[in-house]
Nanobody, 123 residues
Framework: QVQLVESGGGLVQAGGSLRLSCAAS????????MGWFRQAPGKEREFVATISGSGGFTRYADSVKGRFTISRDNAKNTVSLQMNSLKPEDTAVYSC????????????????WGQGTQVTVSS
């Protein structure tokens, strides 16, 4: 498994931007597909975005497509989520996750999780 630590959450007004980062340690980073998930109060954890180990393939939830961008820097063992045009419904705890192998949108496919970072979007 890898150890994951997120940073970059906070409070922002609707229409604003935030950039989340996730630092990984413990294993060969390129062996892992990475994902971002979020969980709002009273709701199930849901998929946001995923990126392949090489960084060449990405996939997004329909709700964030065109507004969020996932990227990774394999030299620094980090994955980021750039969030633009934020909406109040984006408010949630955002977590990064790692899985050995290919990308996945399924929560249960991921082996390692960070502690999460709060994102709050005010209207």
């Amino acid at each position: 498994q890898v150890q994951l630590v997120e940073s970059g959450g906070g409070l922002v007004q609707a229409g604003g931007s935030l950039r989340l980062s996730c630092a990984a340690s413990g294993r060969t980073f390129t062996n892992y597909a990475m994902g971002w998930f979020r969980q709002a109060p009273g709701k199930e954890r849901e998929f946001v975005a995923t990126i392949s180990g090489s960084g060449g393939f990405t996939r997004y939830a329909d709700s964030v497509k065109g507004r969020f961008t996932i990227s990774r820097d394999n030299a620094k063992n980090t994955v980021s989520l750039q969030m633009n045009s934020l909406k109040p419904e984006d408010t949630a705890v955002y977590s990064c996750a790692a899985r050995s192998g290919t990308r996945s949108i399924r929560v249960d496919d991921y082996e390692s999780w960070g502690q999460g970072t709060q994102v709050t979007v005010s209207s």
